[in-house]
């Protein structure tokens, strides 16, 4: 440890001779100036809406993790520029951005780094560059981190609609937003601890980076005292105020040129092509959990997944799986069925599970059983709890639309669930019932995985959703660290040195999104009844119950 410490030291120092005038860079600039979103994996896609077609592209963030990890030891590579004006992506994919730009710094090459103007996130990633500028005329503001939640009682009291929430956690807040007018006490409890957390940890690596404390900070966010250019620059924030033209001047500088055209530079989207994939015979497989999990028609299809994850246990070229999960939860049934494979595979193969933004219910859920789990302090997760949603239609039909429902049925609760009337009280408690039974599934599922008791599991369960920081230190995680790092760890867990990174599930090539390689058409009616209320399953005749998604941190 002493002496990767010294190493880091003994980089920083080297770097900052360079960017100081003592001694000019040769090489090439690693430019990273993304117009493209920094995603969980790469590439181009299209939909279509009523504005007609669009196009997007984005950025895998496992590729740029190991351009840069490569350039660190790169001789071709002097040095890194970063504008932070075209940057975006995730908390979490910043904070994993920012590991790897912190690394490269080590090594004794320099970052720096340019914004028009700096927030947030911006401010956070930017701040780790060995030199940070900003336009003269730029300027923005630290606010900290909030959370806008929405509350529909009123409105649905109003027009005569009536929810009723099943749930087992006090903390499982999704639901809460139809049954209620206000935050409860345990949801305010939790977000207050969530972002605070998270806050805590940002400001604390900014802090360490500039050299300011973080109490100074807090006062600054709280006093509102960033704002113009000049105030950044005066408080030591960022290191000077240049145009871009000045930038250009200041980066030939830096090479010991007055002519642009002598600094060579390659773009980090370049860069990334020349990496090499390595042998094919042994893989270490990645396997990407990335977005809702739910039964059809949507990013994380549980059978498909987990139809996945039975190819690769097959697949004697693969030697163990890092299981990429960016989750926060969905469909019981479909989580269960990834959660099992994961299971399988886990016991002929080692599965090592990495978190971004967020692996929370259902996305913990199908993970738990890895044998580590890497986590960023940003990643929100747990929510280990259960609820579901039985909306009430019948009197808002009659008396706003004047239409009157009639159920006719063969049995006492033949039209459960069909939301015409509330549910009676006997049908509230058979809801509660399986409510209860799902629960303690999940719990027993995360005591096995994480070798806790049912007890443990509970006390920090209830729905509860936790930063990764605090998943470190309740027993829900085992490391922070970034994709790459879970990588790394696990070829060196069964000893692999030479290896390539296979990524699963397959992703389809712009071509054939255009060519509509999809799932192959269905029957109608199949279609209609995956596609109902989602309070429903097929006929509408039975609630189904959602591992809940958290709600998204803004």
């Not at 500028?133 to 606010?143: C, D, E, I, N, V």
């Not at 939790?190 to 998270?198: T, V």
Request: charged share 25%; aromatic share 8%.
């Amino acid at each position: 440890m002493r002496k990767f410490l010294f190493a880091l030291c003994l980089g920083a120092i080297v770097s900052l001779q360079a960017i100081a005038g003592d001694g000019f860079l040769k090489g090439k600039i690693l430019k990273i100036d993304i117009g493209e979103a920094v995603a969980e994996r790469g590439g181009s896609s299209f939909s279509i809406g009523l504005g007609g077609i669009s196009f997007s592209s984005s950025v895998s963030l496992l590729s740029i993790e190991r351009a840069l990890q490569k350039a660190a030891d790169d001789k071709k590579i002097a040095m890194v520029y970063l504008n932070l004006d075209h940057f975006s992506g995730g908390m979490a994919a910043m904070e994993e951005l920012r590991e790897y730009l912190k690394r490269f710094s080590a090594s004794g090459k320099p970052v720096v780094a340019y914004a028009a103007s700096l927030g947030n996130g911006s401010y956070y990633l930017g701040s780790v560059a060995d030199r940070l500028f900003l336009h003269p005329q730029g300027g923005g503001s630290l606010t900290g981190l909030g959370s806008t939640q929405y509350f529909l009682k009123d409105l649905l009291d109003t027009l005569g609609i009536e929810i009723q929430l099943i749930r087992h956690g006090k903390y499982k807040s999704a639901g809460e937003m139809y049954i209620r007018n206000d935050i409860s006490p345990e949801n305010r409890e939790q977000y207050e601890s969530l972002l605070g957390s998270i806050w805590g940890s940002f400001l604390a690596e900014i802090a360490e980076s500039r050299g300011v404390r973080v109490e100074q900070l807090n006062a600054w966010t709280d006093g509102l005292a960033l704002s113009t250019a000049a105030t950044w620059k005066d408080l030591g924030l960022v290191d000077g105020l240049k145009y871009r033209d000045e930038m250009e001047d200041y980066l030939c500088h830096l090479f010991g040129t007055t002519y642009p055209e002598d600094v060579q530079t390659i773009s980090i989207k370049d860069y990334i092509k020349d990496l090499k994939k390595g042998p094919s015979s042994k893989k270490i497989a990645v396997i990407y959990a990335d977005g809702e999990i739910v039964r059809s028609g949507g990013a994380i299809v549980g059978e498909k997944l987990a139809h996945t994850i039975a190819e690769v246990r097959a697949d004697s070229s693969v030697k163990a799986v890092v299981f990429r999960v960016n989750s926060p939860g969905g469909e019981v049934v479909a989580a269960d069925m990834i959660r099992r494979e994961i299971e399988l595979l886990n016991k002929v193969k080692p599965v090592i599970a990495s978190y971004g933004a967020y692996a929370a219910s259902g996305g913990y859920l199908i993970s738990a059983g890895c044998r580590r789990i890497f986590v960023d302090n940003a990643t929100l997760t747990g929510s280990i709890g259960v609820f579901g949603l039985v909306p009430s239609y019948g009197k808002a039909v009659k008396n706003k639309l004047h239409v009157n429902l009639v159920n006719v049925g063969t049995n006492a609760h033949s039209a459960m669930g069909s939301g015409v009337n509330p549910l009676s009280a006997e049908e509230e408690a058979w809801y509660q019932q399986e409510i209860e039974g799902i629960y303690d599934t999940f719990v027993g599922v995360v005591s096995d995985g994480r070798k806790m008791s049912r007890e443990a599991v509970d006390d920090i369960a209830q729905g509860r959703v936790w930063s990764g920081k605090e998943a470190l230190g309740i027993g829900l995680a085992d490391e922070k660290g970034t994709l790459l790092d879970a990588i790394e760890y696990t070829a060196k867990h069964i000893k692999l040195s030479n290896y390539s990174i296979a990524a699963y599930p397959e992703k389809l090539s712009f071509k054939d999104q255009l060519r509509g390689k999809q799932e192959k058409k269905k029957d109608p009616l199949v279609w209609v009844k995956e596609h109902m209320h989602p309070g429903f399953n097929a006929m509408a005749l039975m609630p189904y119950f959602t591992i809940d998604p958290v709600t998204t941190i803004e």
